[in-house]
């Protein structure tokens, strides 16, 4: 077993404050695999393939602490969004839509927005609800549609919410985005029921897949449930941005080596919020290895019910453990069962203050937030996901893609192709 703990000293070499991207950068150079990566000049990495990619994961932790004060200093358009629909009063509801990794973004925030707000919250996909918009809708009374969006240029982006304008009076809405620039950022101008978020233009990734826009995405929306203790909501986010800066320094080399090995399928466990995270790692690793890589992600107890079968011999399995005592007993329940059975070839487990146990096996490999008290499992998510970019990233290596351009045959892109919008009968509330 390979244990990567977040044991800080603030007086230690390269564990200091960190001011910039660039000075989190050269902290990281010189340093095991990530800093091999490094020592290329930045157009030298361009060449090479992944110096878009590499840059957008490092730069996570200070774009969080960045993005906690944004929103902490002007919070206005998310005050005034909850409370355009009485949401700040446990009145009303809340939808958060997007697509791809925006809605995962979207199921990362459901649980610990719902518990904040109290009042009704769900994540649905943008094709569903221009395909289902009656079922997918909350059938009476007045509701915020949250849009997340890196480029906010997809097609059903703005199909989604010109439906709802146009058919659902009682709907407001706020888009979060990293794009200044794209159609959700600016088409709504005018229209006084649409607000809108712009996140710093850093987090709006170059490269194919999202990384550092996801967690952005997440971090923004949490904020949501926050406005009534935003210094508690900063301080936080300082607490998860030293966990992501220990992964990086930490974990980095163990789970390139991970990557490297035999490797048919990856499967990813998660429960409640972390689920949304499991999933955005596992399209992560789908993308980057171009689909070579099988992936299945999955809640610990949803996994007994058929998925099971999915684990083999050559099979990683990548537990993101919950900080919540009960759920926590269900989890290391289910790795025991998986012990018992021999199933899977080896692990890796994500959280805080985790027990040896869960991962017993000489190339098992454990991340530990323990130093951060304070993260809930929320929090943890953020840090699962930057886990799964890193795997995918390295293996992206190891298979021989580029991964600023995983798709070797353009299969997918940076955004979606435009496709037609078809218009249904009878509007989308019944």
Not at 43 to 49: I, N, P, S, T, Y
Request: negative net charge; hydrophobic residues 40%; charged residues 20%.
């Amino acid at each position: 077993m390979n244990t990567i703990s977040d044991q800080r000293s603030e007086g230690a070499a390269g564990t200091g404050p960190i001011e910039s991207v660039d000075a989190l950068l050269g902290q990281l150079r010189g340093r095991g695999e990530i800093g091999r990566l490094l020592e290329p000049t930045p157009a030298e990495q361009l060449d090479r393939g992944y110096g878009h990619t590499l840059r957008e994961i490092c730069q996570q932790p200070v774009t969080w602490r960045d993005t906690a004060a944004m929103l902490a200093e002007a919070p206005g358009a998310l005050a005034s969004a909850l409370a355009d629909v009485g949401i700040n009063r446990r009145e009303g509801s809340l939808v958060l839509t997007g697509s791809g990794s925006s809605l995962y973004a979207a199921e990362c925030l459901v649980f610990p927005l719902q518990e904040a707000l109290r009042v009704p919250v769900c994540a649905a996909p943008a094709g569903v609800l221009l395909t289902h918009p009656r079922g997918a809708l909350p059938p009476s009374g007045c509701f915020l549609l949250v849009s997340l969006a890196r480029s906010g240029n997809s097609p059903e982006s703005r199909a989604v919410v010109d439906l709802v304008l146009e058919n659902a009076p009682r709907a407001h809405h706020l888009v979060i985005t990293c794009n200044r620039d794209g159609a959700l950022a600016t088409a709504y101008r005018s229209v006084p029921s649409v607000r809108a978020v712009v996140l710093d233009e850093k987090t709006d990734d170059r490269s194919l897949v999202m990384t550092s826009s996801f967690t952005n995405l997440v971090l923004a929306g949490l904020a949501l449930g926050e406005l009534e203790r935003l210094d508690t909501y900063v301080a936080r986010t300082g607490g998860l941005a030293r966990a992501a800066a220990s992964v990086l320094r930490r974990s980095a080399d163990a789970l390139a080596g991970a990557s490297r090995r035999d490797c048919g399928s990856v499967v990813y466990l998660g429960s409640g919020c972390r689920l949304g995270a499991a999933r955005e790692a596992a399209l992560k690793m789908l993308e980057m290895t171009d689909g070579r890589v099988s992936t299945l992600p999955e809640s610990f107890l949803g996994l007994r019910h058929g998925p099971m079968s999915a684990l083999h011999d050559d099979t990683l399995v990548v537990a993101f453990l919950s900080c919540a005592p009960v759920a926590r007993a269900y989890e290391l329940d289910l790795l025991r069962e998986l012990d018992r059975k021999q199933l899977g070839a080896r692990r890796i487990v994500v959280g805080s203050r985790i027990p040896k146990e869960a991962a017993p096996g000489p190339d098992d490999v454990i991340v530990d937030c323990e130093a951060e008290e304070s993260l809930t499992d929320a929090d943890l998510a953020l840090v699962d996901v930057l886990v799964g970019q890193l795997l995918a990233f390295f293996r992206c290596l190891h298979v021989g893609l580029r991964p600023d351009a995983p798709s070797a045959n353009g299969v997918i892109s940076r955004v979606v192709d435009t496709f037609e919008i078809h218009a249904g009968p009878g509007g989308c509330r019944p």
